[in-house]
């Protein structure tokens, strides 16, 4: 197959333009014919994990990044390097495979990179055809194993999800069958994400195939998988155990190598890592980074090895990556924002600061006749603690030819949520047009609490291309905020502290039309996230008629909520992409 002209372009360090091997004197790279038995080789081998950001589609460039991290690795002395899973794709293509152009670019680009691997293999994950001649879905999700040249193995996923954000069946066949890799006399077993995954870590058995099992019965001395594993709260620490438990199973060392970056509304927090035959693990590489490592997985634990971060840092850096890579894949160098002096802007803004530069955050303060001066002085006191670009612009004279003009249509009614859905539509106006004019990206503040119950104006607050924190419930926004603080004010400590209110009217306070907002995420945690009915809820201590007040809100505003900006998920069930419901439905429970 020839090679279009985009491969030639890529850029490669010049060291590494002639065999990537030349750059290592031959008496110190590691002689595969000094090894005599498979215990020894066993007890050296070096494993390279290449932790990799990959775009969705964008081969010539995940080709690039795969061959960058396999020569860091390389250079650290790996005999074998590891990418995640359809890493040379990104992930999920979903329907981008079913253009007629996608898989045969996707296999152009897999026989351009296996030309660069020499004596080092390198094991990448792409999409491949499944036979035409066989019923079935028309792909695989596949891995390769490139070795001097050549691809010698292709390896396909056993296990497709579809359930949560997955929806793997619809493109993908599985695998027919498991064996191991015969090399350099050691049996290495090769998984795809889903395929290491236990059935006492899913919420019930989706499968009647284990491919761990399968493979350890045939008998394997170490296990790989490859995997773009997306991120919630928890799913590092529920991830580690698991691996752990597979080691123990399986009595052989796992190798775990996860993508980082995000895609859409997905973000995956890497966190690779290496687990002894005992469970235990040798090494973790750093989450929500690109990194590579090379591991030796029967040695003593790596001092390096990355510790799990506490709850609010943990979701810190999901949302900064995942605001980061949407910004940046989508083609975007800056954002802007309505600033209203309330913790939900403010936390917005710090995190755009954080992911794109204080210089590219641009921020806009409204204030309407109800606003109060002392929110106006926070957001410029917050830019000022960022080092963003702030600038006042009142609404007031806006709104006032608003109500004039429509005064003949309001005659004798009194005013209500009409008059207060003015002002946030004047204000989405307003950013909208600043987002035009100087192509930011506008980013949309609000969070999970609001959307839930549709405490948000359609065309008002809710405009914007990225709705950075609409799966973090309210509390968690005070406590990331506070942990943003912990040593220095960033986000001005009023901000915090004061009661939330959306000021569209005098003396407003958002406990005026919500219940507190302690009670409000408890209950709508059970509700979405854990999918109780009301009866449930209410059984568990919570007041009748405040749960069955929320269960209606969030059953009424899925038509808002199918309107809202994609959001970044963080939590096990965001509104969106892995909560599918319908607009029209008369269910209640």
Known sequence: MDRPAIWNRLVIGAKFQANPLSIFPTQNHFSFAARTTKATYLSSMKIGLAQINPVVGDFPGNAKRLLAAYRECLEAGADLVVSPELSLVGYPP?????????????????????????????????VDH???NH??????????????????HRIWKTLLPTYDVFDERRYFEPSESCAPIHWRGTRIGVTICEDIWTESYLQRPFYDRDPIKELTAQGVDLLINLSASPYHLGKPQMRQAMLGGVARMAKVPVIYCNTVGANDQLIFDGHSLVCDAMGNVQCQLPGFETCCAVIEPNSQPCSQSAPLLDDAEELYKALVIGLRDYVHKCGFSSVCLGLSGGIDSALTATLAAAALGPEHVYGLTMPSPYSSRGSVDDSFALAKNLGIHCQEVPIRDVYESFKQTLAPLFAGKAAD?????????????????YSNKDNHLL????????????????????????????????MRVYQISRWINREREIIPWPTIEKPPSAELRPDQKDQDTLPEYPVLDAILELYVEHQLSSDEII????????VRWIQRRVDLNEW?????????RVTSKAFGIGRRMPIVQQFIG
């Open 560 to 568: 808002k909520r199918h309107q809202a900006a994609p959001g970044l």
């Open 130 to 132: 499944h036979h035409p």
């Open 417 to 433: 949520v009409t008059e207060e859905n003015i002002q946030a539509r004047i204000r989405g106006v307003l950013l909208m047009a």
């Open 539 to 546: 059984g568990r201590g919570y007041d009748e008629t405040t």
């Open 94 to 126: 979903r329907d981008l495979v079913f253009k007629s152009q996608f898989v045969p670019k996707c296999l152009q680009a897999l026989d351009y990179l296996a030309e660069e691997i020499k004596e080092v293999p390198l094991l990448v994950g792409y």
């Open 443 to 474: 980013l949309t503040t609000g969070n999970k609490s609001e959307l839930a119950v549709g405490y948000c104006t359609i065309y008002g607050d809710m405009c914007g291309g990225l709705a950075v924190i609409s799966d973090l419930p309210k």
């Open 135 to 152: 019923p079935g879905k028309p792909f695989r999700n596949a891995a390769a194993w490139l070795e001097n040249g050549n691809i010698c």
